[in-house]
């Protein structure tokens, strides 16, 4: 069975520190790859997707994010968080060619960014 | 374009009760997919429906259903309602359109508590 598991539960920093949230997951088929952030009392909003071509995807406010095949892990990067990064971040795969858009997540990060 | 919207956003029930929660695709989507929320098992898939029919379904009882209409807004249904029933639940809508990776918008979702 697929799988995705976050390898940090929390992550502190400080603001203008980098930060990297892990990933990795468990497959034996090709998937595409997906970040969400979800803010307090809000859903989640997509922060950047993996589908193909390069591996290396950035999002409009500073994260990106590399596909690793080999490692079969996709880990978001900032170089400099700010205060308003404060949120919970979700590693998502979904199955190619698998009926159905149904996305498999992790357990979720919690990125805590302090002054 | 509007976004996902769902309504309620809160719900208050008693143990034994059904509720039933209702979801606004964006325009022009047919796929909505519905998912709940926990801190203790975090997200999971619930089903999706596409064009009326439910094409993919977690592992949950039966007495979590759902159905969509033909202008693609879609209800969930919870019968004889347990404590564990409490949780978040995320609607999220897809276009469905071939190279887009079947990404999902999700809605700011209902936060249902169970007593």
């Known amino acids: 069975a697929q799988s995705v598991t976050q390898l940090d539960s929390q992550v502190p920093v400080f603001e203008e520190a980098p930060v990297e949230l892990r990933c990795n997951y468990s497959s034996s088929v090709s998937v595409y790859l997906f970040w969400y952030v979800q803010y307090p009392n809000q859903g989640l909003q997509l922060l950047l997707k993996?589908?193909?071509?390069?591996?290396l995807v950035e999002s409009i406010n500073g994260f990106e994010a590399e596909f690793n095949k080999s490692q079969t892990s996709f880990h978001l990067r900032k170089p400099s968080v700010h205060i308003s990064d404060t949120a919970e971040y979700f590693c998502?795969?979904?199955?190619?060619?698998?009926?159905?858009?149904?996305?498999?997540f992790g357990k979720g990060t919690t990125l805590s960014v302090s002054s | 374009k509007a976004g996902v919207t769902q309504t309620p956003r809160y719900l208050i029930k008693t143990r034994g009760q059904q509720v039933t929660l209702s979801c606004s695709p964006i325009s022009g989507h047919r796929s909505v997919s519905w998912y709940q929320q926990t801190p203790g098992q975090g997200l999971q898939f619930l089903f999706e429906?596409?064009?009326?029919?439910?094409?993919n379904k977690g592992n949950f009882p039966g007495r979590f259903s759902g159905r969509q209409f033909s202008n693609s807004r879609s209800e969930m249904n919870v019968s004889t309602l347990e404590l564990g029933d409490s949780a978040l639940y995320l609607c999220a809508s897809s276009s469905d359109l071939p190279g887009q990776g079947y990404e999902q918008y999700f809605g700011p979702g209902t936060r249902l508590t169970v007593t």
């Open positions: 993996y589908l193909s071509g390069s591996t």
């Open positions: 429906y596409f064009s009326e029919t439910q094409r």
């Open positions: 998502a795969v979904r199955i190619l060619n698998q009926a159905g858009t149904a996305l498999i």
